[in-house]
C-alpha cells in the first residue's frame, strides 16, 4: 500500500484531531492514528474510547487499505520537515511503514489496524444545525465552570438543553453556575445531554470563527458533530445533571448596578491582597456605596478599594472567591453589569445589563460565609 | 564579618517547671506529667525524676517501676501554653527575628548585634530577663548557627548558659557522641554505631560520598553538622502545618461502631478547633494503630473545607478503606493538613447554606458554654448522660 501526500497539509490535519490522545492510554494502540486509504481519500481517526475525531485530506493513490501509525513519532517527523511532497510505502504483512522524503527515509512499526477501536455510527437521533459562531461561543461562555471533580461526574461536562423555542449550556462546579441561553438554536424536541469538557475542549479550538454550520447529532449515548472535513463523537455523561434550576434564588431584592470593566479591575487589585490559595474578598454595601476589601492575615496584606456605583437594596457585607468573580466577569462583554443578591449566604447573580438579540447569559456564584462573630 | 550569631532558648523542663511554679510542693521532687493509666506515656519529667532514667515518651507503666514515688500529674496545657506565650512575647519584644520552634524553645538570629551591645551580654540580659519575669528556668545557647547552639543549650542544660566561640564549634562538637546532633535519631546513630562511630569527631572525618552512599541526601547534611556548618535560616514565622487528635484505648477493640462514633466525635471537635483558628483544611489522614503497634495511615486530598458533614465522611470513608484486617485497635487519630486561612465556601447543591449558618450558631454556643456543651448524639455516653 503507497500513498503522497503534502507533508504540511498532513500536519495540520494530524494536528487538529492529535489532541484527542490520551498521555496514557488504556490501550496502546490509541497512542496510534488509523489512517484509511481509500483511493484518493485519507481518512485519519485519533480515540481515546471517549471521544473520536476524524478527518479527511486528498492524496495520491490507488490502493485501499488500512494501517495504525504512532502519532507521536509520526507528529514529531511532521514537524522537523519542510514542506514537501512525502511518500507512505506500507507493508500489509508486518505493518512496517517507510516514509520517504526529499530528505531521506524514516522506518517505523505500525500496527495491526484491526485492534483500532471501532467508531459509534450515528443512530436513531435528533440532529441540530448550529452555526459554529454560536457554538463556540456556548462553549467558550460555560467552560470554565465545568467542574474537575471526578467524584461529580455530572459536574465534568456542559448540560445542553434542547428544546423547540430556545437551547440552554449550563455549566456548574457546585460553587458557581453559568446559564448561555441561545433562543436561535432549537430542535424538534425536548432534549437534554451532558457533553464532557474535553471533547468541549477540542472541539472549540477546531471550529472555525466564522458562520460555518456544524451538524450536530444526538443518540441517547453519543454525541456527533461535523463540520468542513472534521468529525467529532463523544460519549455523554451518563448522569443525572443537579437540579440547577430550584438553585437559582428568585428572589433578590438587592441589586448593585456597575461598570463592569472597573469591577473587575478593582477586583483583580484587591485580590492580589486576598490569601493566595483562596482569593476570598469581601464586599460591603450600603446606598450607593461598594467597598472591596482583602486581607491575607498570614503576611499581614491587606487592601481595600471604595467605588462608584448604583446599589438599591439593604445593607450588608458578603464574601467571595475574587478568582469566581474574575473570571465570569472577564467572559461578558457588557458595558454595565448588575449584580443581584438576597441574602450573604445565598447566591448572588450577574447578569449584563445590554443584550445581544438572541443571547441571554445569566452567571451565579455561591458566597463564602463570613464569620459574623469572631 | 559574615558570620552569624545564632541564640537556641529552651525552657528546662517547661511543663513541670509550670508546675512547679503553680505549686511551690513539687520543687525538688520527681514529678512526672503525662497520662495516667498504665497505657499512656511520658510526656515531661523533672530533673530529679530523670535521675530515675524516666525519660520523655516512655510508657507510664515503665517509669513507675523506675520511680515509685514519683508525683504523677495529668498536665494542664492551656496553662502550659499561656506561660509560653508570656516567654514568647518577652522574646520577641526583645529580639530582632525569633523563630519559635516548638513550645518551649526559640531560636534568635542576633546577626549586626555586636555593633551596639554585644551579643553575648545582651542575650544573658534577656535570659535574666525571662526568668526574672516568668520565675521560669530557661537555658541557652550562643554560636554562628542553629545546629551548635541547640547542642550548646542542651550540654548546659538546665539552668545554663554557653557561648561557643566562632572557629571554636568543631573542637566544641568533637568529643559529643553522635546522638547529640538534632538531625540524629535512634536509627541514624545505630547504623553509625555499627560503622564504628560513635563520636562526632569521627563523623566528621567520615568521607562524605561514603555518607552520601549510605545515608543518601541526608548524608551530606549529617556530614555538615557534625562539622559545625548549617546555613538554615531563623525563620520568624511557622505557618501551623497540621491539626490532630489522637486516642489510645484502655483496651484494645475491634468494635467498628464504637470507632465510627469516635471518629465523629473526633472530627467534630476537630472541626471546631479548625473553625475556631480561621482555618479550612484541604487534606485529612487517617491513622489506625493495631495492637501489635503496626500503624497504618491513608490520607485524602479534598477542596479546602471546615465544615463537619464533609470531613465527618471523609473521615469514615478513609476509616472504612484502611481497615480492613478485622484486627485489634490500640490508636486511632485524625489529623488535618494543607490548612490555609478561609473562610467556608458555600455549595449550590448541598444544603450548605443551612448547615454552616448552623455550625456558626454552635460553635458560639461551644464558646460560652465550653466545647461539650453541644454536639452530635452519637457523642453522647449514655451511662453519663454527657457528650463524652
Excluded at chain 2, 531560636?107 to 516568668?134: N, P, S
Excluded at chain 2, 460560652?368 to 448522660?385: C, L, Q
Aim: aromatic share 8%.
Amino acid at each position: 500500500m503507497k500513498f503522497v501526500v503534502s507533508s504540511s497539509v498532513l500536519l495540520k490535519q494530524l494536528s487538529t484531531v492529535n489532541g484527542v490522545i490520551a498521555n496514557n492510554p488504556i490501550v496502546p494502540i490509541l497512542e496510534n492514528f488509523l489512517f484509511q486509504i481509500d483511493q484518493t481519500q485519507l481518512t485519519v481517526t485519533a480515540s481515546d474510547l471517549q471521544t473520536v475525531m476524524i478527518t479527511t485530506l486528498a492524496v495520491e493513490s490507488s490502493d485501499t487499505g488500512a494501517i495504525a501509525i504512532p502519532a507521536r513519532l509520526l507528529l514529531d517527523t511532521l514537524r522537523g520537515l519542510p514542506d514537501q511532497p512525502i511518500t507512505f510505502k506500507v507493508d500489509r504483512d508486518t505493518f512496517g511503514t517507510e516514509i520517504i522524503t526529499e530528505n531521506g527515509r524514516y522506518k517505523l512499526s505500525g500496527e495491526n489496524p484491526i485492534d483500532f477501536p471501532k467508531v459509534p455510527q450515528v443512530t436513531k437521533s435528533l440532529s441540530v444545525q448550529i452555526s459554529a459562531d454560536i457554538l463556540g461561543a456556548a462553549i467558550a461562555n460555560t467552560i470554565f465552570a465545568v467542574s474537575n471533580d471526578d467524584l461529580r461526574p455530572a459536574m465534568t461536562g456542559v448540560y445542553v438543553q434542547l428544546s423547540p423555542e430556545y437551547t440552554n449550556f449550563v455549566a456548574t462546579d457546585g460553587h458557581r453556575l453559568i446559564r448561555y441561553k441561545r433562543s436561535d438554536v432549537k430542535s424538534e424536541y425536548d432534549s437534554t445531554m451532558i457533553i464532557p469538557r474535553k471533547a468541549l475542549n477540542l472541539l472549540k479550538s477546531s471550529l472555525p470563527s466564522d458562520d460555518t454550520t456544524v451538524t450536530s447529532d444526538f443518540s441517547s449515548s453519543n454525541a456527533f458533530f461535523s463540520f468542513n472535513n472534521i468529525r467529532m463523537i463523544c460519549r455523554l455523561i451518563d448522569e443525572r445533571f443537579p437540579d440547577y434550576e430550584n438553585a437559582i434564588p428568585q428572589n433578590n431584592p438587592n441589586v448593585l448596578t456597575i461598570n463592569r470593566s472597573e469591577f473587575l479591575g478593582s477586583l483583580k487589585r484587591i485580590s492580589i491582597y486576598s490569601n493566595k490559595t483562596t482569593h476570598q474578598i469581601r464586599l460591603k454595601l450600603a446606598k450607593n456605596d461598594l467597598v472591596i476589601s482583602a486581607e491575607d492575615l498570614d503576611y499581614s496584606n491587606e487592601a481595600n478599594e471604595r467605588l462608584m456605583c448604583d446599589y438599591d437594596g439593604d445593607e450588608m457585607e458578603i464574601g467571595f472567591n475574587a478568582k469566581f468573580m474574575v473570571e465570569m466577569l472577564s467572559n461578558l462583554t457588557s458595558n454595565m453589569i448588575s449584580l443581584e443578591m438576597s441574602q450573604p449566604n445565598r447566591a448572588g447573580l450577574i447578569i449584563p445589563a445590554d443584550k445581544k438579540a438572541d443571547e441571554d447569559i445569566l452567571m451565579l456564584v455561591m458566597p463564602v460565609m463570613l464569620n459574623t462573630y469572631a | 564579618m559574615n558570620d552569624k550569631a545564632i541564640v537556641h532558648m529552651d525552657l528546662d523542663s517547661f511543663f513541670v517547671g509550670v508546675e512547679q511554679l503553680r505549686d511551690s510542693q513539687l520543687v525538688g521532687k520527681p514529678v512526672i506529667i503525662g497520662g495516667q493509666s498504665d497505657r499512656g506515656v511520658v510526656s515531661a519529667c523533672s530533673y530529679e525524676a530523670r535521675k530515675f532514667g524516666v525519660r520523655s515518651a516512655m510508657p507510664m507503666k515503665l517509669a513507675r517501676q523506675l520511680c515509685p514515688d514519683a508525683i504523677v500529674l495529668r498536665g494542664d496545657y492551656d496553662a502550659y501554653s499561656s506561660y509560653s506565650k508570656m516567654v514568647t512575647d518577652i522574646i520577641t519584644e526583645n529580639a530582632p527575628v525569633v523563630e519559635k520552634a516548638s513550645i518551649d524553645e526559640f531560636y534568635l538570629d542576633m546577626t549586626g548585634m555586636e555593633r551596639f551591645f554585644g551579643t553575648w551580654k545582651f542575650a544573658t540580659e534577656l535570659r535574666q530577663k525571662v526568668i526574672k519575669e516568668t520565675g521560669l528556668s530557661i537555658s541557652m545557647g550562643l554560636s554562628i548557627n542553629k545546629t551548635v547552639s541547640k547542642v550548646a543549650t542542651n550540654e548546659i542544660k538546665p539552668a545554663g548558659q554557653l557561648f561557643i566561640e566562632t572557629g571554636n564549634e568543631r573542637n566544641f562538637l568533637a568529643p559529643l557522641t553522635v546522638s547529640k546532633i538534632p538531625l540524629i535519631g535512634n536509627v541514624t546513630s545505630q547504623t553509625l554505631r555499627n560503622m564504628g562511630v560513635t563520636h562526632v569527631g569521627t563523623l566528621s572525618q567520615m568521607p562524605l560520598k561514603l555518607l552520601e552512599k549510605t545515608f543518601g541526601k541526608i548524608g551530606k547534611t549529617l556530614w555538615e553538622r557534625a562539622n559545625g556548618i548549617d546555613f538554615s535560616p531563623v525563620i520568624p514565622f511557622h505557618e501551623q502545618k497540621g491539626m490532630s487528635k489522637e486516642m489510645t484505648f484502655q483496651q484494645d477493640t475491634t468494635d467498628v461502631n464504637l470507632l465510627n462514633n469516635l471518629f465523629i466525635s473526633m472530627t467534630e471537635q476537630l472541626c471546631y478547633d479548625l473553625r475556631k483558628s480561621g482555618h479550612c483544611t484541604g487534606c485529612i489522614s487517617v491513622k489506625v494503630r493495631y495492637s501489635n503497634f503496626d500503624t497504618h495511615t491513608k490520607q485524602l486530598n479534598i477542596p479546602i473545607t471546615s465544615a463537619d458533614h464533609v470531613l465527618i465522611k471523609a473521615s469514615l470513608d478513609l476509616f472504612q478503606k484502611l481497615y480492613d484486617r478485622r484486627l485489634l485497635i490500640r490508636l486511632i487519630g485524625i489529623r488535618f493538613t494543607k490548612l490555609v486561612r478561609a473562610l467556608e465556601q458555600l455549595n449550590l447543591f448541598d444544603n450548605s447554606t443551612k448547615v454552616v449558618p448552623l455550625y456558626d450558631a454552635m460553635d458560639r454556643i461551644r464558646d460560652k458554654y465550653g466545647s461539650d456543651a453541644i454536639g452530635r448524639a452519637v457523642r453522647i455516653d449514655k451511662k453519663n448522660k454527657r457528650i463524652s
